[in-house]
T-cell receptor, first 116, second 112 residues
Framework: DGGITQSPKYLFRKEGQNVTLSCEQN?????MYWYRQDPGQGLRLIYYSQIVNDFQKGDIAEGYSVSREKKESFPLTVTSAQKNPTAFYLCASGKTQGRTGANVLTFGAGSRLTVL | AQSVTQPDIHITVSEGASLELRCNYSYGATPYLFWYVQSPGQGLQLLLK??????LVQGIKGFEAEFKRSQSSFNLRKPSVHWSDAAEYFC??????????FGAGTTVTVRA
């Protein structure tokens, strides 16, 4: 089945440690996204990538980094510079709708990061 | 930049009753509009989308939404709610920049 795989589902880290969240898709979508979800705040965009080897900052990129070396993969690193990293992280891939500049997103099941 | 407001944080509805979730967007041009649903601890599933054409959009699970440009709204409706519809619902708006902005979500509780 085509879809998006996020791992790990649950992750604990100590303050000051970097951690990398994995996101893999086999939908052959060009675009990939990372969102952060906190209770009562909806989803906030961290980074997105429309093509391989290119990515853009979203609304809350500070303290995060990404890479897009392969079409299928878009890992997110939460660095020690992120002041409040405990959250639910959602990865998505996007398929462009017709000739618009908009993507229809398909989401993974999420990764919950807790900083101890 | 585009933005979305979902005025209702939490709605409780009886099983079999109708449901309407409100969504207002802010964007200068014609927006692309979406409704997603999320079960606890899970990812988001697309219910329906509007890009152009008929302003009444049909989606999965018996949901529909109506785009009203004059009111900058894209409200989601379901005529008869089932217990399995209890979840969190997100409205989202996209533009020609490949970004999608989400509202804060509305949690729906279904009582027997």
């Amino acid at each position: 089945d085509g879809g998006i795989t996020q791992s790990p589902k649950y992750l604990f880290r100590k303050e000051g440690q970097n951690v990398t969240l994995s996101c893999e898709q086999n939908l052959n979508h060009d675009a990939m996204y990372w969102y952060r979800q906190d209770p009562g705040q909806g989803l906030r965009l961290i980074y997105y990538s429309q093509i391989v080897n290119d990515f853009q900052k979203g609304d809350i990129a500070e303290g995060y980094s990404v890479s897009r070396e392969k079409k299928e993969s878009f890992p997110l690193t939460v660095t020690s510079a992120q002041k409040n990293p405990t959250a639910f992280y959602l990865c998505a891939s996007g398929k462009t709708q017709g000739r618009t500049g908009a993507n229809v997103l398909t989401f993974g099941a999420g990764s919950r990061l807790t900083v101890l | 930049a585009q933005s979305v407001t979902q005025p209702d944080i939490h709605i409780t509805v009886s099983e079999g009753a109708s449901l309407e979730l409100r969504c207002n967007y802010s964007y200068g041009a014609t927006p692309y509009l979406f409704w997603y649903v999320q079960s606890p601890g899970q990812g988001l599933q697309l219910l329906l989308k509007y890009f152009s054409g008929d302003t009444l959009v049909q989606g999965i699970k018996g949901f529909e939404a109506e785009f009203k440009r004059s009111q900058s709204s894209f409200n989601l409706r379901k005529p008869s709610v089932h217990w399995s519809d209890a979840a969190e619902y997100f409205c989202a708006v996209g533009a020609d920049d490949y970004k999608l902005s989400f509202g804060a979500g509305t949690t729906v509780t279904v009582r027997a």
